[in-house]
């Protein structure tokens, strides 16, 4: 069953970020997966590594974002779907990075990227050759 009933992507990606706040407040940089079929979301989550190699030595990465950025992300997140247009099925990937050491605290960055996906198998079109007699003579020719 869909915990989301049939709220609007929009509500359902808000609701993601709303989950994986926690998350966000921890990781440096990463990416937030969503997976949608039907315009419905079926499974999210965050791809990060918490380890840093820095002069040979590993760390955990510094903190993650505030929670003032997370809100930020997550009405970026939201406003960003406004570019998705007519697919169904697919992945929305929102890629973020915190800079630490810059002149302000921390700055962030976060983009965007969606992959609609297909399947052939499952439309009702079926190959029709528009020569058949080609395909006829190349498998004769073969025997």
């Known amino acids: 069953m869909n915990p989301y009933g049939s709220a609007p992507l929009a509500r359902q990606v808000d609701y993601v970020f709303r989950q994986l706040e926690t998350e966000l407040t921890h990781a440096s940089a990463g990416t937030v997966l969503i997976h949608i079929r039907n315009n419905t979301v079926g499974k999210y989550g965050i791809r990060h590594n918490p380890i840093e190699l820095k002069n040979n030595s590993a760390a955990f990465s510094p903190k993650g974002l505030t929670a003032a950025q997370v809100q930020e992300f997550r009405h970026m997140a939201v406003e960003a779907l406004k570019h998705k247009k007519e697919w169904t099925h697919g992945e929305i990937l ?28 499952s439309s009702p079109f079926r190959f029709e050759p528009k020569h058949p007699k080609l395909y006829e003579r190349k498998e004769a020719a073969e025997e």
């Open 94 to 121: 929102y890629d973020f990075s915190v800079r630490q050491g810059t002149a302000t605290a921390s700055s962030w960055s976060a983009s965007m990227l969606c992959e609609s996906n297909y399947n052939l198998a």
